[in-house]
Structures are given as C-alpha cells and as structure tokens.
C-alpha cells in the first residue's frame, strides 16, 4: 500500500459527544465538527483539556478505534473502508504512534522492548539504536526491566520504539507529560531530525507540558 501524503478530518466527533454539538467542549473545538488538513511534512500540536478527546483523535487516526461520526480520509479514502491488511501495512511503513499508555512490556528490558518491534520492520541499525539511548540519556538503562524504570524513563523508551519504522505520520500523545525541559528538548531534537530525515509529519497532542517543536499550526482541541 502506497504512503500516506494527506489526512483530512470531515466533520468527526466522538459518538460519546453525540447530542453535545452544542456544549462548549465541541463548540470552541478546532478539530470535532471541522474540516482540517493535516499533509505530510507538518509539525501540528493538537492542545488539549482533559476530557476532551485527546486520546480518542489519536486512536480514530491510528485505527483502533471507530466510534466516531463523520469521515476521515487518508489521501481521499475513508479509512473505514479499509481492511485488516491495509492497516497492518499502514501501521508498519506509514504510521508511526507513541500512545499515552505507553504500551511497553513491563518484564522485557528496555532494549528488548525496542528490539522486538525493530524486528519487526529491519528499519534501524544496531548502532543507531545503541545512539538514541545515549541520546535520551537512558544508555545505562538499556538491560533493566521496562516496569522497573520511571514513567519519564518509560517514556524516552517508547519514543526510541515508535521510531523503529519508517512513517509518513509520527502519532505522539503526551510524549513528554513526565519529562523535565532538558529531555523535553533532547526528545524534540530526536524526532525533528528523523521526521525531517523522511519528510514525515508530526502529529502531537498536549495536555500541558508540549513537546518542545517549532509547530506551523497550533490547534485547540
């Protein structure tokens, strides 16, 4: 399946949302119940409140989730219309996601958790991977069980993993909640440089603490 160079957003809001278009939530929102654009090559920070969805946009751009009305279309195609080995494809060369749970396996260590997905695609090197833990300031975390580390820790980990692929879209929800100003930047220099690497767009969402990126749109969720 061919990359991704647009996703556009058709008037969606979260079915939980329904009977709520008039309620402040939707109404001051820039996203639900909008027509946006996001193209291949954009720095987008998606801010948030709590409570308003910012973890439901990132799965119904992801796929796993499709409790929505409206449409979204990746290149003009409505994404529900794909099947499971096109999301499968998609998930693998075109969409990369760090989600907030982080989703790492807490009894693996922390290289075992990056490994195991760079397997998956053959797409960093050893020497490269061995270089963003340095980078991230984790090199000497590298053999410890992923549940033994700090959520900050954690997080670094599961950045190094989403980036094991190739992308057209970097999915990032709350990437740096547990991180102080000096990850923070240490994290953004990593991602700015591979997305630019591959022309990829990066798609954040905050609640707060943002990923410290020169952004070209800014939206309130």
Same mark, same amino acid.
Request: one cysteine or more.
């Given at each position: 399946?061919?990359?991704i160079?647009t ?10 949302f329904?009977?709520?278009?008039q ?10 119940l909008? +027509?946006? /654009?996001?193209?291949r ?5 998606? !801010?948030a409140?709590?409570?308003?969805? &910012? !973890?439901s946009?990132?799965? #119904?751009?992801?796929? %796993?989730?499709?409790?929505?009305m409206g449409?979204i279309? $990746?290149?003009?195609?409505?994404? %529900?219309? #794909? ?5 499968c494809?998609?998930?693998t #060369?075109s969409?990369a996601?760090l989600?907030?749970e982080?989703?790492? $396996?807490?009894?693996?260590t922390? @290289? /075992? +958790?990056v490994?195991i997905? +760079? %397997?998956?695609?053959s =797409?960093r090197?050893a020497?490269?991977i061995?270089?963003?833990?340095e980078?991230?300031?984790?090199a000497? &975390? ?5 549940g033994? @580390?700090?959520?900050g ?6 950045i190094?993993?989403a980036?094991?692929?190739? $992308?057209?879209?970097?999915?990032l929800?709350?990437?740096?909640? =547990?991180?102080d ?13 591979e ?5 990829a767009?990066?798609?954040v969402?905050?609640?707060? +603490?943002?990923l ?10």
């Amino acid at each position: 399946m061919k990359g991704i160079g647009t996703i556009a957003l058709r008037e969606v809001l979260p079915s939980v949302f329904a009977g709520m278009e008039q309620e402040t939530t939707v109404v001051q929102s820039q996203v639900w119940l909008r +027509n946006l /654009e996001l193209t291949r090559g954009c720095r987008v920070l998606v !801010s948030a409140e709590s409570g308003t969805g &910012k !973890s439901s946009l990132v799965s #119904f751009l992801y796929g %796993r989730r499709s409790d929505y009305m409206g449409a979204i279309h $990746f290149d003009g195609r409505d994404v %529900r219309s #794909f099947y499971v080995g096109e999301w499968c494809s998609l998930r693998t #060369f075109s969409l990369a996601l760090l989600p907030q749970e982080l989703s790492l $396996f807490p009894e693996l260590t922390a @290289m /075992e +958790n990056v490994v195991i997905k +760079n %397997r998956l695609t053959s =797409h960093r090197s050893a020497s490269w991977i061995a270089g963003a833990f340095e980078a991230l300031g984790i090199a000497d &975390k590298a053999h410890v069980a992923a549940g033994r @580390m700090s959520v900050g820790q954690q997080q670094r980990v599961a950045i190094i993993r989403a980036l094991c692929q190739p $992308f057209d879209f970097l999915l990032l929800d709350e990437p740096v909640s =547990h991180l102080d100003s000096r990850n923070n930047s240490v994290v953004a220099e990593l991602v700015e440089r591979e997305a630019t690497a591959c022309g990829a767009g990066v798609i954040v969402t905050s609640v707060g +603490n943002h990923l410290d990126m020169d952004y070209n749109q800014i939206i309130k969720l």
